[in-house]
């Protein structure tokens, strides 16, 4: 099973241009697709349809729907937006032929009307204002409307680069998204507004070719991790060095090393930097809990949680080996610039685990311009740091210092709450010690401690009341279950 593609505008708009001549044409393809989702969505003698049309050709897309939905006899109303013609001849031609088929057109939100399935084609791909106007007014209308919404492409208001809702924006139970799966999405307030997300990609997939975004999706993921050998002994699977847990924080940095643990690991030898440091760990007396010095001998290192305003950082950086750098870590290397040239000429890999509220510090701006391009974020940070970033919250980004990218589906609102990234810096050290590359670690860890907190979740763990604990647990069942 290979990853997603993720196209964003720019990419879209020129495979567009190669196929404007495609025959049959695009929008032809793209509201034909959405006729036939939103029939098996509202079933064959569903309750009637609403279709919102918006100006541009995501309005299109939906006339081209409505033509095709009236025809197989369901009830259809088109709540004609601004009552422009449409730009494209594939639209005008559709919005012709349901008119002449006596298709019920409006010009207001049809009250009167009880639909069982809305369908939104205000705005798609090319939404890149806040909604005004009638065009807010029809967004707000649909949110309101009650009943099941299918968005056309994305929901109307979402920006389809950076996942934000600028003002108004719809809220989708389904959205078919066309050509290829885009970043807006799977990440910021598309999280939310995307419900379920499906793909017709138009018959183009075969042609888009390769792509600087993809997407990471556990059943795809998995099988990036070998299965255990038969003769494999703690030595095959690496010793992690942790270094944290100064004066009243140890438990991050114990936190850290369980989820090593329990997630493969050889050995995970825990650096606390309070001196007076409980000698080992109750509940995984595997544990070696160290002195800082003595946990260095290791095949990779996580720095930063609970170090406090430890040496944690600069320790990391002189390590000759894979590095992880958390929390503390990360707040010592916004604060002293002085690291930063050390950090970047380092040979082996770094990987940094900001949240938004870190990674501002990092860029020294604020959370609000990180969480406004949530790509670009991550990907400077990668630049400008030479390291692997994960870019956490939802939809995390994943990025890379080639300007690739990635955006995790997994996870769900349980893990905000304290401990769950000790336990992912934990995990991605376990990647490390069990010779993924540095990339495919992140990527694998990241998708792991979602898909955790999800199969909590799934079985009522969750999401109120998610614990760090609870997620490593389950981690550990995901590595060790079947495909
Ligand atoms: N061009 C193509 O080859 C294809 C386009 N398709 C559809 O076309 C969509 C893109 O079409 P468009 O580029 O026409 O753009 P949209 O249909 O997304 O809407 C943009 C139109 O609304 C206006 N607008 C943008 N933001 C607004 C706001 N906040 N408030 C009020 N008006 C606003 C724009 O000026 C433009 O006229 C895709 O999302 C997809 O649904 C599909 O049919 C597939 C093929
Ligand atoms: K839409």
Redesign the pocket.
């Known amino acids: 099973m290979s990853a997603p593609a993720l196209l964003n505008n720019a990419e879209l708009r020129v495979v567009?241009q190669r196929f404007?001549d495609a025959s049959p044409p695009?929008?032809e393809r793209?509201g034909r697709a959405s006729a036939v989702l939103a029939a098996s969505i509202a079933g064959e003698r569903g309750g009637p349809i609403v279709i919102v049309a918006?100006?541009?050709?995501?309005?299109?897309?939906a006339w081209v729907a409505a033509q095709h939905l009236a025809q197989s006899f369901h009830r259809v109303t088109v709540f004609d937006v601004m009552g422009t013609a449409p730009?494209a001849s594939e639209a005008v031609a559709a919005k012709a032929a349901y008119g002449a088929g006596g298709g019920t057109v409006v010009r207001e939100w049809p009250a009167s009307v009880r639909p069982s399935l809305v369908i939104d084609g205000v705005?798609?791909?090319?939404?890149?204002?806040?909604?005004?106007g009638a065009?807010a007014a029809a967004i707000e209308r649909i949110n309101a409307s009650g009943a099941r919404v299918l968005a056309?492409?994305?929901a109307s208001g979402i920006d389809a680069d950076t996942g934000v809702a600028r003002g108004a924006a719809v809220r989708a139970d389904d959205t078919l998204t066309?050509?290829a799966m885009k970043p807006g999405l799977f990440t910021g307030d598309g999280v939310e507004h995307s419900g379920v997300v499906h793909l017709d990609d138009?018959d183009l997939g075969a042609e888009l070719g390769e792509s600087r975004g993809m997407l990471l999706e556990w059943e795809a993921v998995r099988a990036w991790l070998e299965p255990r050998r038969a003769n494999a002994h703690k030595g095959s699977h690496g010793t992690l060095g942790i270094l944290g847990g100064a004066a009243g924080m140890t438990g991050a940095a114990i936190l850290a090393g369980r989820a090593a643990l329990r997630t493969g690991a050889g050995k995970v030898l825990v650096g606390l930097y309070d001196e007076r440091a409980p000698a080992f760990d109750p509940e995984a007396p595997e544990l070696m809990l160290r002195k800082p010095a003595d946990v260095l001998d290791a095949d990779a290192l996580v720095a930063g949680p609970g170090s406090g305003s430890s040496p944690a950082l600069a320790t990391a950086i002189a390590f000759e080996k894979p590095i992880v750098l958390d929390a503390d870590s990360l707040n010592d290397l916004a604060k002293n610039a002085a690291h930063r040239k050390p950090l970047k000429a380092r040979k082996a890999a770094t990987i940094l685990t900001p949240h938004p509220g870190e990674a501002a510090r990092l860029l020294n701006t604020d959370t609000k311009a990180i969480q406004a391009d949530r790509i670009a974020s991550a990907l400077r940070m990668a630049e400008e740091f030479n390291a692997h970033v994960v870019l956490k919250g939802a939809g995390s980004i994943v990025a890379h210092p080639d300007g690739t990218y990635a955006i995790n589906t997994t996870g769900n609102p349980g893990l905000a709450s304290g401990g769950t990234g000790d336990a992912l810096a934990g995990m991605i050290g376990a990647m490390l010690c069990q010779g993924l590359d540095a990339p495919r670690a992140l990527a694998f860890a990241v998708c792991l401690h979602g898909a955790a907190a999800d199969a909590c979740v799934a079985r009522g763990v969750g999401p109120v009341g998610l614990t760090a604990s609870d997620v490593i647990l389950e981690a550990r069942a995901l590595v060790n279950s079947e495909p």
């Not at 918006?54 to 897309?61: K, Q």
């Not at 705005?123 to 005004?132: A, D, H, M, W, Y």
């Open positions: 567009e404007r695009l929008m793209a918006g100006p541009g050709n995501n309005g299109g897309d730009r705005l798609g791909i090319g939404s890149t204002r806040v909604p005004e065009i056309l492409d994305i066309f050509i138009l």
